[in-house]
């Protein structure tokens, strides 16, 4: 008879069977790459990520919060807390700044309670304690029993809905609680406006407006729940809405700044209520279409596979060799860094743009959440080098930004269609020029150009004008000067380079130019980057260790101090070089930021973790400073260094993380140096040779084609690189070029006991022992905007 079947049926049937629970593919006792992930790397401590279910670069990531206020919990979970408040639909990954935890679902059990209570005391509200041995995170799953109410809570997620799975005891008051004014506060927050409706005896809808971190956010939502409600009430300001005499009030909705839904059941032991909810940017009926196009049924371990099977897909394109906790590490590292930008479209297509208008993504996916000081270092490199299309979209999703901007300016610090100012550069340009000279496709050069050209001559940013005529950006005038001058002067850099591509000879010489104003907060008499005044003076008095985020204190650097920043010239590291004295007196001086010992000066800081000397892992402006060893000619340094940063500022454990992940930064960094190379300046089309820490690695890049990295011999002695051959050819260089990898090959590490020949100072690129940028003020005509 099975003979007789049509194919199609019997494909039908085996898919069906396939999604059946506890049905998989693969055969038992396979190991499969998101068996590797482990969610709670980064909960403990100052990594701030969060637990809970997400697809790749989803747009809901469904997690449990923890607290609301706190700076420090910036993602709503701190592993060390001995209470849950809920769970919500939505949280950043890895920031220093809270935001979202929209729209949080809570069981409970007994009378109910409207506000979440203080840890402290778990009774005064609807929080619960839990501990750790009933907990439990994979790619696509969370899991935790709640101790007040016996509740056993369950959670999954697609790209923009996700499924909360209730297992009550026995009772006549168990309830399932949506709080519409919780959001991740950090004190600072509010919900503004809310309103919630009752669709059917199954259905609730409702929104939120958030003054938050992005200024004017609303966000809409969708609820099924799989039993109908025994009974639903709404609360506003504590008290239920109900119809009374004097005038009609829907007892069905209602709208305020202090909401919250209740559904109401009697239960049975054992007895399972699921809630599957989505989100929009535009209405509760895009919320609603999202939700019937994701999750048109209640298979919960349906949606716990096919997301668990997106993430093997994701991370099959790096795969690697290894101990079990290197894989567990890495791999935990690529699901981090794969979280964000997030999604920010309906199935329709459509979004809501940075000027609140409803638009329609054509051609190309839309996307959210750029926390580019931090991703344009090595999470977008990363992106260009194994996701390309998706990085495209990315990019097409800054130009949409640029479009919809009353300033014509990319992206600074974006998301969910607002523009929080945060941080300083304009860092869209190297995420956008570094994908252009690395031959990523999806988005049109010229337009991307006519962006990056106009954000960097807007007057009106930062002193960017009063930089473009000194040469710096006055300290007297603006805050965080000399980080500002070498920030810009790097995206100039970039702009210079893709200037140079297009054939516009002009902006090439203009922004070359403006490349070397880094040269000019340079202080000779102190060896260090120094602020400096609209006259031309040095700030005075200086310390050069001390940073200090006390609020009403001006700083002339950003999260870091001169010693820290007066490495920062990626793009011309021969020119900073020459002003440090020349290749021993430079790495002497990188000595002893390594060896500094005096006590810490710097206060406001205590998330910036992983200091060694005053190198701070924890932050993102050290990332680079290990490589630059090895631009100087020694080698054998950075491979040293390397070593000891991803022995002690990571692993897989809650607490592994030394400081923010900053939305897969801190991630990219380490999957990177695993490999043995680094993005020391995008938009280069260089990758810095360091010293790998994995004996294999095979990367899928576009079009199908391969990159195998292997180290031979490496161990924990043989950590010191030897030789290396970039497709069978022998590099005598620390560089690798863009070019040489990216239509696939082979690049094979030899690693010994001691430092080699290989890399030294003599065998240098001629273009690194000298300076290569024009020394003085500008003297080029500013091109018009």
């Excluded at 003979?3 to 038992?28: D, H, I, N, Q």
């Excluded at 196009?293 to 919960?300: G, R, Y």
């Excluded at 011309?572 to 000066?601: H, N």
């Excluded at 030897?722 to 040489?740: F, I, M, Y």
Aim: hydrophobic share 35%; net charge neutral.
């Amino acid at each position: 008879m099975l003979r007789s079947m049509p194919r199609v049926l019997l494909f039908a049937l085996a898919v069906l069977y396939l999604t059946l629970p506890g049905v998989s593919a693969e055969p038992k006792g396979t190991t499969r790459l998101s068996d590797y992930i482990r969610p709670f790397v980064g909960t403990k401590g100052e990594g701030n990520t969060f637990p809970g279910p997400s697809a790749p670069f989803g747009m809901v990531q469904l997690s449990p919060d923890t607290d609301h206020e706190l700076w420090d919990t910036a993602s709503g979970y701190e592993y060390s807390d001995p209470s849950i408040m809920g769970f919500s639909l939505t949280h950043l990954t890895g920031t220093g700044i809270p935001d979202l935890g929209d729209f949080l679902f809570i069981p409970q059990v007994g009378p109910v309670k409207l506000v979440p209570g203080p840890k402290s005391d778990h009774t005064q509200g609807y929080r619960s304690p839990f501990t750790h041995d009933e907990e439990a995170a994979s790619a696509g799953y969370y899991r935790v029993r709640l101790l007040k109410p016996n509740v056993h809570v369950e959670l999954t997620a697609t790209e923009r809905a996700g499924m909360l799975r209730f297992t009550f005891p026995t009772t006549d008051e168990a309830s399932i609680l949506t709080d519409l004014a919780h959001v991740l506060t950090g004190k600072k927050w509010r919900v503004t406006w809310s309103r919630v409706r009752v669709e059917d005896h199954a259905t609730v809808t409702g929104f939120h407006h958030v003054a938050g971190w992005a200024k004017d956010r609303p966000l809409y939502f969708a609820a099924r729940y799989s039993r109908p409600f025994d009974r639903a009430q709404i609360y506003s300001d504590g008290q239920p809405v109900i119809y009374n005499t004097r005038r009609f009030r829907s007892s069905l909705e209602a709208a305020g700044p202090n909401l919250q839904f209740v559904a109401s059941y009697k239960t049975r032991a054992d007895e399972k209520i699921s809630v599957k909810v989505a989100i929009s940017a535009l209405s509760a009926a895009h919320a609603l279409q999202n939700l019937e196009m994701e999750i048109p049924d209640w298979n919960f371990e349906r949606i716990v596979a096919s997301t668990r099977e997106k993430w093997d897909r994701e991370l099959a394109r790096l795969q690697i060799e290894g101990t079990q906790e290197q894989k567990e590490t890495f791999y935990t590292s690529l699901y981090h860094a794969f979280l964000a930008p997030n999604v920010y479209q309906d199935v329709s297509g459509e979004y809501r743009g940075f000027d609140q208008n409803i638009h329609r993504a054509r051609g190309f996916t839309n996307y959210t959440v750029f926390s580019l000081w931090d991703t344009y270092r090595a999470t977008h490199p990363l992106f260009a080098l194994i996701q390309p299309e998706r990085n495209a979209d990315m990019i097409n999703s800054l130009l949409a930004h640029y479009d919809q901007s009353p300033d014509h300016l990319l992206p600074i610090w974006s998301f969910h269609g607002c523009e929080t100012w945060c941080m300083i550069g304009y860092h869209a340009v190297p995420v956008i020029v570094d994908a252009f000279l690395k031959g990523n496709k999806g988005f049109d050069p010229q337009r991307a150009y006519a962006a990056i050209r106009r954000t960097a001559l807007n007057p009106d940013y930062d002193h960017v004008a009063t930089y473009d005529k000194l040469g710096w950006v006055p300290c007297d005038k603006e805050p965080e000067a000399v980080s500002k001058t070498l920030e810009y002067a790097f995206d100039d850099y970039c702009i210079a380079q893709m200037a140079q591509a297009l054939g516009k000879r002009e902006d090439q010489t203009y922004f070359t130019r403006r490349a070397g104003h880094y040269r000019n907060v340079f202080d000779p008499s102190v060896g260090l980057m120094r602020g400096r005044d609209s006259k031309g003076q040095w700030r005075t008095p200086f310390d050069p260790h001390n940073y200090d985020e006390t609020a009403g204190v001006v700083n002339d650097f950003t999260e870091g101090t001169s010693w820290q920043y007066s490495w920062y010239v990626p793009h011309d590291v021969p020119g900073l070089i020459e002003l440090m004295g020349g290749r021993a007196s430079f790495c002497q001086k990188l000595d002893a930021l390594f060896t500094f010992t005096e006590a810490d000066k710097s206060t406001g800081v205590h998330d910036i973790q992983g200091r060694i000397g005053e190198y701070w892992h924890g932050n993102e402006p050290s990332h680079h400073i290990l490589y630059l060893y090895a631009m100087a000619g020694q080698p054998w340094k950075t491979a040293e260094r390397v070593r000891e940063v991803i022995r002690t500022q990571y692993g897989n454990k809650p607490d592994s993380l030394s400081g923010n992940d900053d939305c897969g930064q801190m991630s990219a960094w380490y999957i990177f140096s695993c490999l043995g190379f680094y993005p020391v300046c995008p938009g280069s089309n260089e990758y810095i040779l360091g010293a790998p820490q994995i004996p294999r690695a095979t990367l899928q890049l576009s079009g199908g084609k391969t990159l195998v990295m292997t180290a031979e011999g490496l161990s924990e002695a043989n950590l010191y690189v030897q030789s290396v051959k970039v497709n069978g050819k022998a590099l005598e260089r620390p560089v690798l070029r863009h070019e040489d990898i990216q239509g696939g090959g082979t690049i094979e590490f030899t690693m010994g006991t001691k430092p080699g020949e290989w890399a030294l100072s003599g065998n240098l690129p001629r273009r690194w022992l000298r300076g290569t940028w024009p020394r003085g003020p500008r003297r080029c005509r500013r091109p018009r905007v």
